[in-house]
């Protein structure tokens, strides 16, 4: 290619605010040597490929419903290659790219993200949800970064920041704005065009990673005194990830966590309202057609999934189960949830004395490799509530781990786990700690911002339940009528 020409791609998802970023630097040469030559969308009504059109770029619209997985990894990889592609800029691209994604292009993927990382950033932390929690947070400064992708969501080495304050009378919106104005349009053509020169320069491996910003303690490139203002970057030392303190303002509601996740699989929440509320929420979510023919049917205390329509079951063993119970612990009335028939597990092991983890530790997770699903089990009482998973820790499913959760009540806070972290063709395990999450107290309002929230296309069935001072509420979303459980 030499040094004339850098074709990039830009990936999508949204308005193209930061699309149009480069296309304008681009038109005023500024982006040198780097030229946009394909945007790829992975949805498609997305505004920024109206864009992109406009400008007369190539584009790709490449969903989650057209190709799953590694369906999806080999259509856009061969129109990259196609296009001659050296250098990926995602802006404000929702997927999460796969290990084999970000190996076929390795370090040559830049990302910017509306945050000073680490603060503010992985799952969860995306467009105004970032926002809000940057104000919940009461932090005075913010920004954008420019990072290289790696398997890590925002995990990946940072190449620029630079710093934005936070005002007083600053809403999730008008802050939202500056960051964008003051800090990504100028950091993502500067960073994309720098990266650019690399490329064509010839440079490879980690010294396509060096930071072009000063605080990362190493020395700037030789810019132009516009572009080396631009970089100035307000120090972030002192700002920690939202996730870790331990006030209600921390947390974003659960809906923010799951948005934009093609399939996060079986998912668990539970929860204390700041009014002496209890929350308990299962979902289910399905690719096959085995899995998508699937109601919640409740029956007494307690809450069963069986076939929709039960001449089209072609297996009941992994799908079929009591996933919600009460049994009484000590002279409480409990809430035992699962993802499997495990709930009969605990609720055997209780009746005998044990505890939840000593009789859960009777399981191991679901053998349907390649996946090899987890079990994912809660325990909902009135001052703690418990969240635990079961996994293989190998891809041939020949061992498991066992990881517990316990919460003593918080409230207005929540916890949240699921079986998967997104869709890919062997679907990755949930990691880490459940999510915590928003309770305001309002069950139904909860139900429908959860159930609007999770992706349309593999939703199958929603329960919540709720007690308080109104007494025991019961919601249920299905993809067959919403409405009452049957």
Not at 194 to 222: H, N
């Amino acid at each position: 290619m030499g040094a004339q020409r850098v074709p990039v791609a830009v990936f999508v998802s949204g308005g193209g605010t930061n699309l149009q970023a480069l296309i304008d630097a681009q038109t005023r040469g500024a982006l040198t040597p780097a030229e946009i030559v394909l945007v790829v969308s992975d949805r498609a009504d997305a505004y920024a490929l109206a864009r992109a059109q406009k400008a007369g770029i190539p584009t790709l619209t490449a969903t989650s419903q057209d190709a799953r997985g590694d369906a999806w990894d080999t259509r856009v990889l061969d129109a990259l290659r196609d296009a001659q592609v050296e250098l990926i800029v995602l802006a404000g691209f929702l997927r999460v790219l796969s290990h084999r994604f970000v190996d076929a292009y390795p370090s040559r993927i830049l990302n910017i993200h509306p945050a000073l990382l680490p603060a503010f950033g992985g799952r969860g932390y995306y467009g105004l949800h970032v926002h809000e929690a940057v104000l919940a947070h009461g932090v005075q400064v913010t920004g954008a970064t420019v990072h290289i992708v790696n398997e890590e969501p925002d995990g990946g080495p940072i190449v620029a920041q630079k710093g934005v304050r936070v005002l007083p009378d600053d809403t999730p919106e008008v802050l939202q704005r500056r960051v964008m104005e003051e800090a990504e349009w100028v950091l993502l053509p500067l960073v994309t065009a720098t990266m650019a020169r690399r490329i064509a320069d010839g440079v490879t491996g980690e010294a396509l990673q060096k930071p072009l910003d000063p605080a990362c303690r190493v020395l700037s490139l030789d810019l132009p005194e516009a572009m080396d203002e631009a970089l100035s970057t307000l120090p972030v030392q002192d700002i920690t990830p939202a996730q870790s303190g331990t006030q209600v303002g921390d947390a974003v509601p659960l809906w923010n966590l799951v948005t934009g996740n093609p399939y996060p699989g079986r998912g668990i929440a539970l929860a204390h309202g700041p009014h002496g509320e209890t929350l308990v929420a299962y979902f289910i979510m399905g690719r096959s057609a085995n899995s998508r023919n699937r109601v919640f049917r409740l029956a007494g205390d307690d809450l069963y999934t069986e076939a929709h329509d039960p001449a089209l079951v072609e297996d009941p063993s992994l799908i079929i189960y009591r996933a919600l119970s009460h049994p009484t612990v000590d002279g409480e009335r409990v809430t035992v949830v699962t993802n499997g028939d495990q709930t009969d597990t605990i609720l055997d092991g209780l009746s005998q004395g044990l505890s939840f983890d000593d009789a859960l530790k009777t399981r191991r997770f679901e053998p349907d490799g390649p996946h090899f699903t987890p079990r994912i089990s809660g325990l909902l009482q009135k001052d703690a509530l418990k969240l635990s998973i079961w996994k293989a820790l190998d891809g041939a499913g020949e061992k498991a781990g066992y990881f517990s959760f316990g919460y003593e009540a918080q409230p207005g806070i929540g916890y949240f786990i699921s079986t998967y972290q997104t869709d890919d063709a062997v679907l990755p395990t949930f990691s880490g700690e459940p999510l915590r999450f928003a309770f305001d107290g309002d069950a139904h309002a909860f139900t429908e911002h959860l159930w609007d929230a999770l992706d349309a296309e593999n939703r199958i069935a929603l329960y919540v339940e709720s007690t308080g001072p109104q007494g025991e509420i019961h919601e249920s979303r299905s993809r067959f009528a919403d409405g009452a459980v049957l």
